[in-house]
């Protein structure tokens, strides 16, 4: 009995095992039908209804983003030239042709062409006139070139007699006066005659200025001086130096 019952289990395992197999064979080669015949190449199972299941899921690939319609600018920054008036300007290490200061050196001579004047300069105070052919420049005056009030005076007549055509000049006429270092050059602007007591013709003055003083009318010979005195003004027009062109040179 119980060797039947074992000889019956080997004969349906024996039969399952077969069934197995043709059922795997028979499986196999429809896959491989179906994949023959699939268009798309994909390895799928058709069933009865249509349906398409894939046996082989297919690899990833790349996904290639589509181009941009328009295309972005290459360049990312977009330096901008200078204009021409906010360049940086670039150091100019040449020298300065442009003239150097002048040092405020005393007046040291007058020339007068038209009334033949061509006499030495001395710093001098108002009653102290020079005791020999010159001219006095009055301490505190201005130095020449430079704002202010530059005044000169001298002797009417007499031996030290200096300025005794000075009532010749006009407006108009020029003269110079001169230091070590340069010749500054003036312009006769008015000529008039006032009191020896009038001071403001000494006052000081904003623009660069000369003033040229000497005695005029009749003798007084108890004040012991002449009754008038003879003003002479002037602007001051450029200056000259013995290396400068013989155009004059205007300080500011």
């Known amino acids: 009995m119980f060797r039947r019952s074992l000889r019956l289990l080997f004969l349906v395992s024996g039969w399952l095992l077969v069934l197995s197999g043709l059922s795997y064979g028979g499986l196999t080669g429809y896959i491989m039908w179906q994949e023959y015949m699939s268009p798309s190449g994909q390895q799928v199972l058709v069933l009865k209804d249509g349906r398409k299941i894939p046996l ?4 990833p690939k790349a996904v290639v983003a589509a181009e941009p319609l328009v295309q972005p600018s290459r360049a990312a920054v977009v330096v901008e030239e200078p204009e021409p008036a906010q360049a ?15 040092p405020l050196l005393p007046v040291a001579r007058i020339v007068i062409p038209k009334i033949a004047v ?5 710093l001098s105070e108002n009653d102290h006139l020079p005791r020999f052919p010159g001219v006095g420049w009055l301490m505190g005056s201005a130095f020449p070139g430079t704002p202010g009030n530059l ?5 009417l007549g007499g031996p030290y007699g200096t300025f005794m ?6 407006p108009g006429d020029e003269f110079s006066v001169f230091t070590d270092a340069a010749e500054y050059n003036y312009r006769v602007r008015a000529s008039y005659e006032t009191t020896p ?18 005695c005029s009318g009749p003798w007084d010979p108890i004040a012991q001086t002449n009754e008038r005195r003879l003003i ?7 200056v000259s130096t013995p290396a400068g062109s ?4 205007a300080l500011p």
């Open 232 to 238: 002479v003004t002037a602007e001051y027009i450029g």
């Open 197 to 214: 007591d009038d001071v403001a013709v000494l006052a000081p003055t904003h623009a660069a200025t000369a003033t040229l003083i000497t």
């Open 56 to 59: 082989v899921q297919p690899s």
């Open 246 to 249: 013989s155009a004059p040179i």
């Open 151 to 155: 005044v000169l005076f001298g002797h």
């Open 118 to 122: 061509d006499r030495p300069v001395v």
């Open 88 to 102: 940086v300007a670039s150091i100019d290490r040449r020298p300065s042709t442009s003239p150097m200061p002048l």
């Open 165 to 170: 055509r000075l009532h010749e000049l006009r």
